[in-house]
């Protein structure tokens, strides 16, 4: 079983950037496609961008397609979410999670998340 921690995050102004860590540890991931999501407050959780890990294919939330980056290091057996142009808006806490390849890309498939990270953006 997989075990993710996340670390990366804190207080940011307007226009400026993060880079988002998720460290794996227990296996590697292969056949996985790992996720970034965020959570507001009073808000539901959103999915941010993915990374299939055997092909590198990536996706991204159409409200952080152009500013977010994810990426990942096999031999660090890492991904990372480089965060461009930050805005008010992406202030949430932010999970990494992983499911297996070839599964949907709901909430109910992601089988191990991260304690998540906080990220604030003030105006």
């Known amino acids: 079983q997989v075990q993710l921690v996340e670390s990366g995050g804190g207080l940011v102004q307007a226009g400026g950037s993060l880079s988002l860590s998720c460290a794996a540890s227990?296996?590697?991931?292969?056949?996985?496609?790992i996720a970034w999501f965020r959570q507001a407050p009073q808000k539901e959780r959103e999915f941010v961008a993915q990374?299939?890990?055997?092909?590198?294919?990536?996706s991204y939330s159409p409200y952080v397609q152009g500013r977010f980056t994810i990426s990942g290091d096999a031999a660090k057996n890492a991904v990372y979410l480089q965060m461009n142009s930050l805005k008010p808006e992406d202030t949430a806490v932010y999970y990494c999670?992983?499911?297996?390849?070839?599964?949907?890309?709901?909430?109910?498939?992601?089988?191990?998340w991260g304690q998540g990270t906080q990220v604030t953006v003030s105006s």
């Open positions: 999670a992983v499911r297996r390849q070839f599964t949907s890309n709901t909430l109910l498939s992601y089988n191990t």
């Open positions: 227990g296996r590697t991931f292969s056949s996985y496609v």
């Open positions: 990374l299939t890990w055997s092909t590198g294919s990536t």
